[in-house]
Structure formats: C-alpha cells, structure tokens
Nanobody
Framework: QVQLVESGGGLVQPGGSLRLSCAASGSILSIYVMRWYRQAPGKQRELVAT???????NYADSVKGRFTISRDNAKNTVYLQMDKLKPEDTAVYSCNAVLLATSIRDYWGQGTQVTVSS
C-alpha cells in the first residue's frame, strides 16, 4: 500500500522560512510527477508547485521567487523550501504524487499546517 507522509509544517513569523517534506512509501515502481497544493480556510485548493521525474519545475505566480520545489528520487521524497513567508501563505499544505505501483494513479498525503503570523 502506498502512503505519502508530509512533515515540516508549523508556525513561523512573516519573512521566515520553512521546509516541508513528503515521503512516499510502499511498493512503488516509479514516480512521475510530484506536486504541492495548499488550501486556506474558505478558499479553493491551489496548486503551488510541480516537479517532474526529469526535474522540470513549475510554480504558482504567488510563490515564484520565494518557494523552491525539489525531489530526491532515491528516497521517493519531495521538498518545498518556503522563504520570505507571508501571512497569506497560511494554509494546509498537501503533497500529491502520480506514480506507478499496481497501476498508475495519484496519491495524496494527509496535509500539514503552515501558519505565518507574528
């Protein structure tokens, strides 16, 4: 059974940094795309960043220049380095992976809370 487990959320002051991790485990044959989403209270879920298995990345305009997505293929782990955090970055951050186990499908982590406040 495949699982995605996020870690690294917490409370940080505006201008600070956090690093989120999402580790995929189970009978995984290949991971194609990994993404970070976020959802703030009362708002729709937003795609924050994407990284392919070749290392190509894409970011939401709201986080360009502040967030960096990366992955360690040997560890089946994706990271989100978040710098210059703003109160509007407050949300539950969830990772998503499109991968091949018994079939190709996408999986979700349980989410981790990020709160930016003084």
């Amino acid at each position: 059974q495949v699982q995605l487990v996020e870690s690294g959320g917490g409370l940080v002051q505006p201008g600070g940094s956090l690093r989120l991790s999402c580790a995929a485990s189970g009978s995984i044959l290949s991971i194609y795309v990994m993404r970070w989403y976020r959802q703030a209270p009362g708002k729709q879920r937003e795609l924050v960043a994407t990284i392919t298995n070749s290392g190509s990345t894409n970011y939401a305009d709201s986080v360009k220049g502040r967030f960096t997505i990366s992955r360690d293929n040997a560890k089946n782990t994706v990271y989100l380095q978040m710098d210059k955090l703003k109160p509007e970055d407050t949300a539950v951050y969830s990772c998503n992976a499109v991968l091949l186990a018994t079939s190709i499908r996408d999986y979700w982590g349980q989410g981790t809370q990020v709160t930016v406040s003084s």
